[in-house]
């Protein structure tokens, strides 16, 4: 079994490493946690995730001792009207800690990870009264997945041809993270340029679900503020949220 508590020592200030063996959800697990008055930086992983939650109420697939499933809680000291952009460091973070491995990893606005036009990973930002849940699920050894997510979903096993050290790839991800989620306030643009490199959407048709109904559109990119910059036939639209988003 893959030893987890050997990076605790090596994981930035303030992030500190909870193991479980078995949860339903990690986000709920660290939501409760919060509610205690649990700090900043704290962070739980499950060997085996029994009901990991996606976004749009998804159901998570993250089979025990293949994937990576954890949750952070953050303490944010910026303005709530911020807090969102802590998915766009949650998807920068998880796409540079596996480009150790792989050449750029693509990012799907706003959070997506992606590689050859499948999904590698996915983040789920849940927003407390003074605290945010920034869930992480990550295809690291995985080789098989169900029917229904087979023909869109892969791992880095299957990209890079080689098992991975799951706790190696963690460590990664809180090391570029610990950096990223300092940037939702000061230096954002910065982060942004990251983002908008990856970005696979970018300048192509697109389809996506918002709370007015489906819209379609070219994405011309990312606007200065994090959004989704959509042109259609009544103009230039900056979008904050949207569900699933297609390339048409
Ligand atoms: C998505 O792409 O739909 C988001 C997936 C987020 C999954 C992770 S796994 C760890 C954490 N716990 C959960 O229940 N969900 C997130």
Known sequence: MEDFTAIGPDLPDPFRLLIREKVHSTNDEVRVLAEAGAPDGLIILAREQLA???RRGAAWFAPAGESLAFSILIR??????LWPRLALAAGL???????SFLPLAGIKWPN????????LGGILVEAGRDFAVVGIGLNVNTLTFPPEVADIATSLHLETGQELSRPGVLAAIIR?????RLQIGNDFNAMLDGVRQRCVLTGHPI??????????????????????????????????????????
């Not at 944010?76 to 009207?81: I, R, V």
């Not at 997506?112 to 999904?119: A, C, P």
């Open 52 to 54: 990991g939650r996606g």
């Open 76 to 81: 944010p000291m910026e303005n709530k009207a």
């Open 93 to 99: 973070s998880v796409a540079e800690a596996v480009e």
């Open 112 to 119: 997506d990870i992606w590689l050859n036009g499948k999904k």
């Open 176 to 180: 570029h993270f610990a950096h990223h």
């Open 207 to 248: 389809s996506l679900l918002t709370a007015e109904g489906y819209r379609h559109g070219q994405m011309e990119g990312i606007s200065p503020g994090g959004e989704l910059l959509l042109r259609d036939e009544t103009g230039l639209h900056a979008l904050m949220q949207a569900d699933e988003i297609r390339l048409r």
